[in-house]
């Protein structure tokens, strides 16, 4: 079983900056890929980003070119920086983990979520 921690999210204007953290305890020696999805009231639950252990990556494609995703396998933590923010990037961030697969399986596990509010 693996355990997340996720921190970082917050309010900030339109235009400005956040960075997630999602820090993995427990099994950690199993996590394969690493990565966050978003969900705003009354829309699913998107992919935002992921990585996987040798740093491949894969992202949505809104946020492309404003969000950017890494990982420390050290410290089996993986980290969004989200830059150029805007009003829609309003959502519940979670962090997902992984075992085996990557963004095309089922998450293994999931993080509680943290809010991330851009406000125009």
């Known amino acids: 079983q693996v355990q997340l921690v996720e921190s970082g999210g917050g309010l900030v204007q339109a235009g400005g900056s956040l960075r997630l953290s999602c820090a993995a305890s427990g099994s950690i020696f199993s996590i394969a890929t690493m990565g966050w999805y978003r969900q705003a009231p009354g829309k699913q639950r998107e992919l935002v980003a992921a990585i996987t252990r040798s740093g491949l990556t894969n992202y949505n494609d809104v946020v492309k070119g404003r969000f950017t995703i890494s990982r420390d396998n050290a410290k089996s933590t993986v980290y969004l920086q989200m830059n150029s923010l805007k009003p829609e990037d309003t959502a519940v961030y979670y962090c997902?983990?992984?075992?085996?697969?990557?963004?095309?399986?089922?998450?293994?596990?999931w993080g509680q979520g943290t809010q991330v509010t851009v406000s125009s």
């Open positions: 997902a983990v992984w075992f085996l697969g990557n963004w095309l399986d089922g998450v293994d596990n």
